[in-house]
């Protein structure tokens, strides 16, 4: 059974720094794509970070110069990170970790098969 468990969130000031965690367990498949997305109350799943298996990387253009996505992997579990540089107040959500069992990230979040249950960043003006 995978698992998603997010971690890192929490409240900062504006121009602030915050590195989420994201533990991945269970899975086994020899590909994947692995994203960090942000939800707001009553708004929709925004994609922010991805990581490929191949190495490839991308970020919304809202966080490109901002946020750093990396992976690292230990006894059969993923790691997977977000380091926020200069958060912004609409840098505000529910941070949640996900994944697709797949080379390619797709390009729709209801194709990601694995979701975790998010971690809150607050960033105060």
């Known amino acids: 059974q995978v698992q998603l468990v997010e971690s890192g969130g929490g409240a900062v000031q504006a121009g602030g720094s915050l590195r989420l965690s994201c533990t991945i367990s269970?899975?086994?498949?020899?590909?994947?794509?692995l994203a960090w997305f942000r939800q707001v109350p009553g708004g929709p799943r925004e994609g922010v970070a991805s990581?490929?298996?191949?190495?490839?990387?991308?970020?919304a253009d809202f966080v490109k110069g901002r946020f750093t996505i990396s992976k690292d992997n230990a006894e059969n579990i993923l790691h997977l990170h977000l380091q926020m540089n200069s958060l912004k107040p609409e840098d505000s959500g529910m941070y949640i970790c996900?994944?697709?069992?797949?080379?390619?990230?797709?390009?729709?979040?209801?194709?990601?098969?694995?979701w975790g249950r998010g971690t809150q960043v607050t960033v105060a003006s």
């Open positions: 990581f490929e298996s191949d190495g490839a990387m991308d970020y």
């Open positions: 996900a994944a697709a069992a797949r080379p390619k990230c797709p390009a729709d979040d209801y194709n990601f098969h694995f």
């Open positions: 269970g899975y086994t498949y020899s590909t994947y794509c």
